[in-house]
């Protein structure tokens, strides 16, 4: 951000957007406070971090079009306990909650670049993709751009709460997986044992 401005603080969401690791929740609040020292205007940190967000989007959105739904198929179906109805089932959701889907998770931790893979593979209109994406981007990038700015050298102090937004939502991930595994693995044991008591 010091050496390009604007253009180096897209360049970081964008990266972020491609690796998840790097935590956009510590790049925004950054940003913003080098928008307070005078490196860009706040207005141009929301700009350049939002374009960053749609262009790493769009990478992801064509990666999973490239991959395609069927090729997909064949991909999760390897994973254990996963049957062939649940990518059919989550191809009928994102059919019916896509643009709730692509708008609400670009500003969940994780789900931001994961969403933009059902959304590819389905084939969402790349127009409506791109205006949910910088909405959402908007949204999420203001806030925490925002808060840096405000925050100034104290910017480090969003860390923690961004940090317990995280936890909790990885959390419910783990709740919904271990929900999952538990309720598949009942289902073939009552398969299993009906398919005994028919011999």
Same mark, same amino acid.
Request: charged letters at 15%.
């Given at each position: 951000?010091? *050496? @390009? =401005?604007?253009?180096? %603080?897209?360049? #970081?969401?964008?990266?972020?957007? $491609?690796?998840?690791? +790097?935590?956009?929740? /510590? ?8 928008? *307070? @020292? =005078?490196?860009?205007? %706040?207005?141009? #940190?929301?700009?350049?971090?939002? $374009?960053?967000?749609? +262009?790493?989007?769009? /990478? ?8 395609? *739904? ?130």
């Amino acid at each position: 951000m010091e *050496r @390009l =401005g604007g253009p180096g %603080a897209g360049l #970081a969401v964008f990266l972020e957007n $491609l690796f998840p690791p +790097l935590p956009s929740e /510590v790049i925004l609040p950054m940003a913003g406070f080098a928008a *307070r @020292l =005078g490196q860009f205007s %706040a207005p141009e #940190a929301i700009m350049w971090t939002t $374009l960053g967000s749609v +262009l790493g989007a769009w /990478v992801i959105y064509f990666l999973g079009a490239r991959l395609g *739904r069927e090729r997909m198929r064949k991909l999760v179906t390897r994973i254990p306990l996963v049957d062939t109805e649940d990518i059919d089932r989550s191809a009928a959701w994102f059919a019916r909650h896509g643009t709730k889907g692509v708008f609400f998770g670009r500003m969940l931790p994780f789900f931001r670049s994961f969403i933009s893979v059902p959304a590819g593979t389905e084939r969402m209109n790349f127009a409506v993709f791109t205006v949910l994406t910088a909405l959402g981007s908007l949204i999420w990038n203001s806030i925490f751009v925002g808060a840096g700015y405000s925050l100034g050298a104290n910017w480090h102090r969003i860390e923690p709460y961004a940090s317990t937004f995280q936890y909790v939502v990885l959390a419910a991930i783990g709740i919904v997986v271990i929900w999952f595994i538990v309720a598949r693995i009942r289902r073939r044991k009552l398969a299993a044992d009906s398919g005994l008591d028919d011999v």
